[in-house]
């Protein structure tokens, strides 16, 4: 159902979600880097992770917080882009809304990509097979579904769309549903 590579980015992200929510469990430091913006040790522990599982590829691969510390590599051809804790300042108000993401590029377009929101085990991923979501539960990808954008699937309606597993939305606190509410399966 997936490319091989797809399959070690979902794996990557699904460890990373992990390491985030191990540290979500327990009280923890917020930092400033350098450009002002926040960093945890979930920021650093996920994009450690991500990058130990993606080595196998021998794709570079772009972190934001290794180019945060300067390390920049070659980006010719292929690259993964990896922001390993996408939402830093929702992690640090706990408010569960922050995510994963995990991109492969090739010639300056992506070719395929990973989301996991950690705090509700939401995962999405797309490559040139499709694009699918699944729940992650106990680290383990199940309720595996095709899903299309509700704006451009020909039969999205209320009346025989039903949203994806774990969609939410938020009226009452003023704030947009989850991403998982703008698909249909």
Known sequence: MTDPTTSLMIRAAIAAAAE???VYARPFVAESKTDGSPVTEADQRAEAVILA?????????????????GIIPSLDGKFFVVDPLD?????????GEFTVNIALTEGGRPRS????APAT???????????FA????????????PITSAAN???ASPQNSSPVA???????RGRPPSVSAIFTV
């Open 20 to 22: 985030i929510m191990a």
């Open 53 to 69: 599982h993606l080595e196998e590829s021998g794709i570079p691969v772009l972190g934001e917080e290794s180019v945060a510390a």
């Open 87 to 95: 939402g830093t300042k929702e992690f640090i108000k706990r408010n």
């Open 113 to 116: 990509g990973v989301v996991v």
């Open 121 to 131: 085990g939401e995962l999405f991923w797309g490559d040139a097979e499709g694009a």
């Open 134 to 145: 699944a729940l992650v539960i106990g680290g383990v990808v199940s309720d595996i579904q």
């Open 153 to 155: 699937a020909p039969s």
């Open 166 to 172: 774990g969609a939410r939305t938020t009226p009452d």
